[in-house]
Every structure is written in C-alpha cells, then in structure tokens.
C-alpha cells in the first residue's frame, strides 16, 4: 500500500512511470510485476540479490531491448509522460539518458575521444568546445587530475578505476536528463566512490538518477527513495530513510537492508 | 621446502612433449614452401630478366617475355577485387551486424559455405553463362573478373564476417547507449577494430585469383594475345594461363621458361599481398584492446 500511495504521489512531476511491468527473453521471465514512479531530480536506487532483474530493469528504460535478440518488455514505461515503446527515433531517446555498465567499457579509442564520442554524435564539431566539454566531464567524474596529461592514451590503457569513472565522464557527456548506474563501484575503490557519491548529490540537481547497487549502505547515502528487487519480482517500494527505520512491508526486505538475508 | 608430486612432474613433461609437438608441427609447415621456392628459383632464376618482365613472348611462345600475361593478370585481380570487395564487404556488415537470427538469416550462411566449396570449373560454367553471353560481355577482362569475383566472394564474406564478429558485443553496446546508430557504430567502433581482420581476406583473395586457370580460360583470358587489352571488353593473357599453355600445350619449350613464369606469379602474389600486409601491420599496432 504504502508503495502504491507514494507512486501516486509523484506521478504528478514524475520523470519515469512504470506499470505493470515485466521483462522476458524468449519464454524466460527476467522480471514482473514492476509499479513504480521516480521523480524528477531524485536518486533512485534499486537493490536486491544477484539475478534480481535489476540490470534487465535497467536496460528496458533505455530500450537496450529494441537491439538484444529475444528480449522484450510488457507493460509501459513512461518518460518525461511518454510512452517510450511508441517513441519513434530511440536513438533520440538514448541521447537523453546516460549509462554506467557494472564492468568499464572503456572504447578502444582515446580519453578524449571516449568523452567526446557523445557530443560529436550530437553534432558538436569545434574542437574548444569538445575540449571544454570534455574537461568539464572529466572533472565532475573526478578524474581530470589524473588524466589531464593523457588525454591522447588509450582509454583502455587506464587502471580499473579509471576507466571507470571515465564511463561516468562518457555519460556525463551526454549531458542526460537520466543516468542509470549500473552497480558503478564494484571497480572503484572506497574513497573514489564516496568522492563519486558526493557527485552524484551535485548532480541531482540538474538530472534524475536511477542506481543500481549491490551495497545497501550506498543506497542508504545517498538515494531518496529505493526498490528492492528479488527473484524476477519487485517487492517494494518506499522511502529509503523510512525502508532502513523498519518502515516495510515484507519482512525480506528488512532482512536484506539489515544484512540478514539468505 | 616446496618438494613436485610425480603429478607435477608428470604434467611438466606433458607440457614439454606438447610444446616440442606443436614446433614440429609448424616446422613441417615451412617445409613445402622452403622446397617449393627452392625448386623454382633453382630452376627458373637463370631465365628471369628484366626483359622477360617486360617484352611480349615470341616465337610460339618459347622465347621472349609475360609482359602482356603479366599486366593481365594484375587487371584480372584489380577488377575482381574492385567487384568482390565492397560487395563481400557489404554483404558480411549486414550478415554479422544487422540480420535478425532467423531460418532466412541461417540459410543465407548456409548457402555461403557451400558456395565456397563450388569447384571453380563449376564457376567457369556459370561465368560463361551468366558474363559471357547472358550479360552479353563476351570474352573479356570483366566477364572474367566478375567470375572470379563471384568464386572468391564466400572467402571475403566469411573472413569479414568472422572478423567484425570477434570486435566485443560491449563496445557496440556502449556505443548504442550513447544514442549512436547502428551505422554509427559500425563506422566509428566496430570497422576500425575489424579492418586487419578484413584486409587477411582480401589477402586470401587476391592470392587465390591469381593463381586461378579455370574460370578465366572460358570467360577472358587468351591463349596467345601478344599486345595489351585496351579496355575491360578485350581479351587478355594471364600468367597462370600462359604457364599452363607452355607447359602442356606448346612444343620446344626451354625447361627454365615454366619455372621463371611460376615464380613471377609468385613474386606477383607477394607483391599485391605486401601493401595490404603492411598497412596491416600498421593497423594491428594500433589495435587498441
Ligand atoms: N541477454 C539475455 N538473454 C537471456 N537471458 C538473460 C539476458 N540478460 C539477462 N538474462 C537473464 O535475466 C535474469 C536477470 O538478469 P539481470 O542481469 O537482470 O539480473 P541482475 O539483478 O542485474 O543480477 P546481478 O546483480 O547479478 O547483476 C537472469 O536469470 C539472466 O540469466
Ligand atoms: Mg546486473
């Protein structure tokens, strides 16, 4: 009840209203049974065990679905109101919305030229305006500092961090109205990522942000309100101050939150 | 102090007796080449001149030089690789990036496989058929260049298709998710990280062209044709033609005649192959995973 209230109650200025909800591959049910709303310029987060959904969840909203054989979705998603399954040039949508894999793809072209691919999709040319763009990315990512001086490397060349927040600077590029994080700090070390979650809070400001994360503390940090998924379902919704005070409805998800699970 | 188990030792000789195999195996390999090569330039050198690169044979040809056999078969191999590249090319970017997977799909890679097993009389047939009289080219370069076009398609297909598939499905996806088209992708990502692996097809390509005698014989290629072809619609000599006549066809030939023609069509293999293999070599340094 108290998930289907607090849909209702942002639905008014929400940026992606989910119904009915369930994604498949082939025969096979990934996820179902998704009610959801996130509002604009909040911190979303999404946790649950591993095979969850949480990740195929994540894929629909950027209709990943129209290119991955077999998968498909039921219900509706809106975005900013729209239905994205009638919405018509995807590709428009997808450069609206910033993503961050578990795992960094770093392309196999250089630092620059990986923060820079988004903008010159969008038809930035001058080269002082990339170079603008591709240092102001680089320095919310926080990571100018350390690879101001190899902007011609290979992004590949970067340590395991690096590359990853370098995605997180390729998403920035974008300059999205939505980022989904896809579990971002399995590769980042401890004070990195509590230097990225300090971002994430400055950057709520101008964009909704959805986040998938495996550490229930790092939900708990910084998200407004969370999901909690499991086995193909989405348990609840609510609050996340509210969540960790013992404010739920299934008692697995308090076990999970504190840590009790399985 | 660590002290090997008889498994450890057992596995350490395993791993020796198998390292010794596999480099005896690839030793083997070298050694038909090395005997090969060695028997022609042993043969053939002596009758290698410049004048017999660049002089037309004489004498029923048992004198003079390939000029015109020479010339023809670089033609041959531009005009068939100038047909087979971007189509094969083409052909394998839809079948590895864009085809859905289902039985059309499926069958098309069936078929290619199969086309790449047609023995290349079989070609030659179909070039008479289709070039020669259908098309209405007559004997001629293009009829025949198209025909061995249409022999080596299935190699530059597959070996594309096989190296635009080996470039990560994540880098593509990475690139999706910043909004790029699939073309996009294809020409900024997946392209540049296949090109080397394309450029081994077209290497196996032109290689297999020139040495072909079959599907030109009918199709364009000239017994004794002692001047130049003025367009694609004329005839011209080939060298592997032209060996194949002096060797079987033309009495009083000079023995070393055969073997300096077969190892000037080596040398012509070698050469065509050696532009694509540097620019491959610099492609493969820059490759970037
Ligand atoms: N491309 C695909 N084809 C078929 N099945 C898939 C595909 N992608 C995911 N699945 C299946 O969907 C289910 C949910 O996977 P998903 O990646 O969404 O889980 P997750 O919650 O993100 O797990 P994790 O925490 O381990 O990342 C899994 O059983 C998985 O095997
Ligand atoms: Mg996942």
């Known amino acids: 009840m108290v998930a289907a209230v607090l ?62 054989s077999g998968m498909r979705y039921e219900g509706t998603v809106r975005f900013d109101g729209h239905d994205i399954r009638k919405w018509r040039n995807l590709y428009a949508l997808r450069r609206r919305i910033g993503v961050v894999f578990p795992l960094p793809v770093g392309l196999p072209l250089s630092v620059f030229d990986n923060v820079a691919m988004a903008p010159r999709l969008r038809g930035v040319r001058h080269r002082d305006e990339l170079e603008e763009i591709v240092e102001r990315c680089l320095r919310r990512a926080a990571l100018w500092g350390e690879v101001k001086d190899r902007l011609t490397a290979l992004g590949s060349l970067l340590s395991g961090g690096q590359q990853q927040r370098l995605t997180i600077a390729r998403a920035l590029s974008q300059d999205p109205e939505l980022l989904l994080l896809d579990e971002f700090s399995i590769a980042i070390d401890p004070v990195t990522t509590m230097k990225i979650e300090d971002v ?34 989405c348990v609840e919704v609510g609050e996340t101050a509210a969540m960790f005070d013992g404010d739920v409805r299934d008692e697995q998800t308090l076990d999970y939150l504190r840590g009790r699970f399985g | 102090m660590f002290q090997a188990t008889a498994l450890n030792r057992r596995n350490a ?74 189509v094969g090319v083409a052909a394998a970017i839809y079948l590895s990036e864009y085809a859905p997977n289902t ?18 009389i079989v070609h030659a047939l179909f070039g008479v058929g289709a070039f020669v009289m259908f098309f209405g080219f007559g004997t001629s370069i293009l009829a025949a260049s198209l025909t061995l076009a249409v022999m080596t398609l299935p190699v530059v297909i597959v070996s594309t298709r096989e190296s635009l598939r080996a470039v990560p499905q994540e880098f593509r996806e990475a690139c999706w998710t910043l909004g790029a088209t699939r073309w996009q992708t294809i020409w900024r990502i997946v392209l540049p990280n296949a090109i080397s692996g394309i450029l081994t097809g077209v290497i196996l390509e032109v290689s297999r062209t020139v040495g072909e005698t079959a599907p030109i014989m009918f199709t364009g290629a000239a017994f004794f044709l002692p001047f130049l072809p003025q367009s694609v619609f004329d005839q011209t000599m080939a060298m592997s033609l032209h060996l194949f006549v002096i060797s079987t066809q033309v009495p009083d030939v000079p023995e070393a005649l ?32």
């Open chain 1, 200 to 233: 994430l809070l400055e950057l709520k400001k101008e964009m909704t942000i959805i986040m998938v994360t495996n550490l229930v503390q790092q939900a708990r940090r910084i998200s407004d309100r969370m999901a909690f998924f499991h086995k193909g379902r």
């Open chain 2, 258 to 289: 055969p073997y300096a023609v077969a190892l000037a069509l080596i040398a012509v293999v070698l050469v065509m192959n050696a532009a694509s293999i540097a620019f491959r070599v610099v492609l493969r340094r820059r490759k970037k995973w």
């Open chain 1, 7 to 68: 849909a209702e109650s942002v639905a008014g200025d929400a940026k992606i209203v989910v119904k009915k909800f369930s994604v498949h591959y082939g025969a096979y049910t990934a996820l179902s049974g998704v009610n959801l709303a996130v509002a604009r310029n909040e911190i979303f987060s999404i946790v649950g065990p591993a095979n969850a959904g949480k990740t195929s969840f994540l894929r629909v909203l950027n209709r990943m679905d129209a290119l991955t």
């Open chain 2, 103 to 120: 039985w059309l799909t499926r069958l098309v890679n069936l078929a290619i496989i199969n086309l790449a097993g047609v023995p290349s």
């Open chain 2, 13 to 86: 000789r395993i791993e020796t007796g198998m390292r010794v195999a596999y480099l005896g195996m690839t030793l083997m390999l070298i050694v038909p080449v090395l005997l090969v090569l060695g028997v022609l330039i042993d043969k053939g050198a002596p009758a290698l001149s410049w004048e017999f690169l660049t002089e037309v044979p004489l004498k029923g040809m048992t004198e003079g030089g390939i000029f015109p056999a020479l010339m023809g078969t670089v033609a041959l191999v531009l005009v068939a690789l100038l047909a087979s590249v971007p």
